[in-house]
């Protein structure tokens, strides 16, 4: 379509039509707890979440104050990072986790109903 996209992996791009509007690096889950794939769209977004996960390990994961919180199903979705200094990784428990610049850019750029496309 002509409207705004995001296309994410290790990588992010947001796009209007063919307009790229921003791209960055980012981590995504590991093999025991992949990034889900498909086509989805935004549903919920915080401007800040405490998140907790008990992981694919059996570890509770717990990530307070995270902040730039952008959901596309389920519980996957987009957030910043305020511990990782690493990216472009597969070592999430399954988001899509960009450097803070980044996900703030995305956060406020898209709306509720982007469509994101989910590769591998």
Known sequence: GSGPYI???RSTTARVGDKIVLQ???SIGVPQSPTVTG???IYLKHEIQSLSVVGWDGQIYSAPDTKWVMYFYQDYGFHSSNWRTTYGLMDSQG????PMDVAE???RWADYGTPVWVHD
């Open 105 to 107: 850019a995305i956060w």
């Open 24 to 26: 960055s690096i980012n």
């Open 7 to 9: 296309r994410t992996g």
């Open 95 to 98: 988001c899509v986790v960009s």
């Open 39 to 41: 086509r989805f769209s």
